[in-house]
Structures are given as C-alpha cells and as structure tokens.
C-alpha cells in the first residue's frame, strides 16, 4: 500500500474562489510531482520538487503554486479556480536514484462552475 | 531529450487474448523502466519495472523486457482478462535530466470485452 494521499477525493467549487489540493507522503520522498491528467489520460506534469524549499514549474503551464515547506506535504494552490482549471489533479513521490519508483495517490478531481 | 513513445489506444480484446503493448524510449545514461497501470477513478499504481538492459520485469501476468539494443520494453500477457480493463503508462527514470527525472508515455486504454 502505498503512503501517499491527497484530499479532497471530489471538490466542485464555483468560479473565482481559492483552493488548496492536499498531498502528503510518509515516506521520506524528496522528490514530488504534480500532474494534470486530461480525459485523454496523458499526464501533464505541471510542478515539481526536489526536496524542502525546492519547487519547479513542469512542461504544462499551469496558473497553480506549490509550496515544499516540508517533506511530507506538497500542496498545491489556485488562487482564482476557473472552469478551464476543472481536470483530475494527481501527486506522487519518489526515492532517490533511477532504481526507485514512483507512488501515486488516488487523486483530486476538481470540477469548477 | 529524454521521451518514451508508446502505442496509442484504445485496445480493444477480448478475453484470453494476447495482449501487446508496445513503448519505445530515448534517454541518456541508463535509465530504469516502468509500467504502471491506472484503473478507473484511481491513481497509478506500479504494474513492473526493469532496471537494467535483459531485466525482466514481471507481475500478474504481464512482462515487459529491458532490450537496449532495440530501446524498447514492450508490456505482454498471454491471456487478457475483463479485469485488465485499465490505462497503461510507459516510463523511464534517469539520473538528472529535467522533469524531475520522470518520464511517462501518453497511455494506452484497454478494454477487454467478456
């Protein structure tokens, strides 16, 4: 089982208001990773981290943030939510080195109207 | 860069079939290699891995075969199940690069008919 989840499972919101996507891991994992997955299933990687106070933006441009205050926790925030934002949000941790997999949580659908 | 190219879907068997998925990849180094499956309404989950060129990686039916001559780590099963029903990801891990050194292939949906 892996030891990575986010909440909310669901979150429908309206149109301006601002949300925080959770993610926590127990698993020591200094990397992290924020992917945007489309209704085709092609993951976006849209924010990553290599460790405490260290976030990079990924290949998709996104009008979120994220913050590595910590190791375990990696949230993700969006000021402004428009309906363009509505998507599934998916987080994952790694270990160090190439050998080591990745570990996904269940994901975030976010629906805004 | 680094990329992995698999097969694009939908794959559409019926049950018992054979099953061929195929992923291609470039990378620098040497990189591991991963499938990982994604049922519906959940995350990824790991399915197998190969860490090196001639690994074998298998599980639950499915194997996949690290052949660097060819950069290629092809998922198969010999005999589909409704169950199996899912999307499934190709991906590399590398030392350095960008993207925080993961890469994913675009996914290919299966669905496995009774």
């Known amino acids: 089982e892996a030891d990575i989840y986010q909440t909310p499972r669901y979150l429908v919101i309206g149109t301006g208001k601002k949300i925080t996507l959770e993610c926590s891991q127990t698993?020591?994992?200094?990397?992290m990773y924020w992917y945007q997955q489309d209704p085709g299933m092609e993951l976006h990687l849209i924010h990553y981290?290599?460790?405490?106070?260290?976030?990079e933006k990924g290949d998709l441009s996104s009008e979120s943030t994220v913050s590595r205050i910590r190791t375990e926790h990696f949230p993700l925030t969006l000021e402004s939510a428009r309906p363009s934002h509505t998507s599934q949000y998916l987080c994952?941790?790694?270990?160090?080195?190439?050998?080591?997999?990745?570990?996904f949580g269940q994901g975030t659908r976010l629906t805004v109207v | 860069g680094n990329s992995v190219t698999q097969m694009e879907g939908p794959v559409t068997l019926s049950e018992e079939a054979f099953l061929t998925i195929n992923c291609t990849y470039t990378?620098?180094?040497?990189?591991?290699l991963f499938w990982y499956v994604q049922y519906p309404g959940e995350g990824l989950q790991l399915l197998l891995k190969?860490?090196?060129?001639?690994d074998k990686g298998s599980n639950k039916g499915f194997e996949a075969t690290y052949r660097k001559e060819t950069t290629s780590f092809h998922l198969e099963k010999g005999s589909v199940q409704v169950s199996d029903s899912a999307v499934y990801f190709c991906?590399?891990?590398?030392?350095?690069?960008?993207?925080?050194?993961?890469?994913f292939g675009k996914g290919t949906k299966l669905s496995v008919k009774p």
């Open positions: 981290s290599y460790g405490v106070n260290s976030t």
């Open positions: 190969a860490t090196k060129a001639d």
């Open positions: 994952a941790s790694k270990g160090q080195g190439s050998l080591t997999e990745a570990f």
């Open positions: 990378a620098t180094g040497y990189p591991s």
């Open positions: 991906a590399l891990s590398t030392y350095g690069g960008s993207q925080g050194n993961l890469i």
């Open positions: 698993m020591g994992h200094d990397k």
